[in-house]
């Protein structure tokens, strides 16, 4: 037998095992499946849709991701391989009886020579972790076992997860360093922190002083709040995951933009919803509400994360009126919106169109993500019940960051003219880099935000980025940020990092283009858009 047709069998085998968790993650699991069936069959994987296995495998290109830095190590590439390969084989994340993608296709989605797969594979079979029989394919050696919860594979997160080592970072978009404002605001505290009694700290809903200072934070910006409709989060990825916890059963569709911050795909995904792609800005939602009754939307509103784009005044009102109308949550992503370029002016935020619009903020990209400071602003029923699901997990947050970060909000303007300025600096000379050394990338300029939206004039991007890495930088390919798929030829890059390492990063992206030679392109499966 053919060791692909063996991959389907030994899946099938798999399937039945992990039968329950398959139906308690199935919408999410047919979405990834989905992806990932087109995907590979633009890298000439043919045997998706022979096994048709709604399992927790993973596919050449998942896998290529999961393995994240896996080449900046020092040693041959076999080598770097076959040990990322291991440790996530005793990690449990590869568990026993995984079947392994072919040679290859595991080539193709990480750029590689097959020999190296090869090679790696060889080494693996040789210490027992994986075995590797003529025609019959390769898996994780042992006995399938019940697979516990899959964790992410999300670059952006794995990027996170790894040690630092000298590869330049344009994945995950912060800034570099506190400013000395927070510094000033945790000595101001100090006070406070001594005469607090009476208080045995424990805030699920969030300080009472921050709840307040954030309330007022809108109310100055013409958004009547009160701090009873403020819940304060660990950074917005909390709040988005908690939002997706309240709203979403498994099976329940999420609108989303395509593209769109990474992270609020994981996030529905890993409360089982399923992503259903719209345009940047969400248009159609009237008929996407129609037709799929949504549990949830998901908009970035303001310098869009990746594309930077802003929505006009006319699409604010249409999108919040729309979504009050056909009862959909809509929920607004205000985490970019601060960072505007000088002399550009945001719209309002969509809360100031219909009052039910829930907004989620940070001061991650304007003070420190280290502060881990986000809410939700949000009618106080939601506030409420985001509360309850909050205190199971987490009985509140950091509270002298929360006072710190109180005193912070009213003396936000002058650090966000100072990032403003340094950020637009730094987008220049992005694009001016980018101008000189890959002339045929198109990069638009924006407006605000952190991000380009750089399309390859040809290739695929999941794939270059695997080549990039070796170049020791690492970038975000656009598939992994859209639900539709259809941006297999984008490149997510952050214009945060210093001048310098802007310049040696392009340095590097172009030598690695100049020896990139694509041998297979990522398409879109129709069938997420509507
Ligand atoms: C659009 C958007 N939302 C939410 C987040 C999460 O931010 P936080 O650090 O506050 O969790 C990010 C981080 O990059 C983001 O870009």
Known sequence: MHASAR??????????????????????LIFAVRVNLTMLSALGWRSQSQCGRI??????????????????????LPVLLAARLRRLIDEGELPPGEPLPPDRALALALAVGRSTVVAAYDLLRRDGRIVRRQGSGTQVAGTPRAAGRPTTGAPLFLHLLEPRDGVIQLTCAAPSAPPPELAEAYTSIVPTLAGICGDIGYHPLGHPV??????????RHGIRTGPDRILVTNGAQQALSLLARAFLTPGAPVLVEAPTYHGA???????AGVPRALP???SGLEMAARQHRPALAYVISTFHNPTGSVLSPLARRTLAETAAATGVPLIDDEVLA???????QAPPPLAAYADTVISVGSLSKIVWAGLRIGWVRAPEPVIARLGRLLAVHDLGGNIPGQLAA???????EPLSQRRATELKARHDHLLAELARHLPDWHAPPVQGGQTLWVRLPH?????????????????????????????GEYLRLHFLASPGDLTEAIRRLAKAWHTYHPQARVTSPAALTV
């Not at 601060?338 to 550009?344: I, S």
């Open 459 to 487: 290739g695929d991007a999941t794939s270059f980025a695997q080549a990039a890495l070796r170049d020791r930088v690492a970038v975000l390919p656009g598939n992994g940020l859209d639900a539709s798929g259809r941006s």
């Open 280 to 282: 940047v800005g969400l």
């Open 338 to 344: 601060d960072l505007g370029f000088p002399g550009e």
């Open 406 to 412: 109180a005193g912070l909000l009213p003396r936000l």
């Open 210 to 219: 921050l709840r307040t200072a954030i309330a007022e934070r809108y109310t």
């Open 7 to 28: 991959w389907a069998v030994v899946s099938a085998a798999n399937r039945r095992r992990s039968s329950w968790s398959s139906i308690l993650h199935l919408p999410a």
């Open 55 to 76: 399992g927790l495998q993973m596919k050449p290109i998942e896998l290529g991701g999961r393995l994240g830095r896996w080449s900046s190590g020092r040693g041959p």
């Open 265 to 271: 795909l994981e996030a529905f995904r890993d409360a």
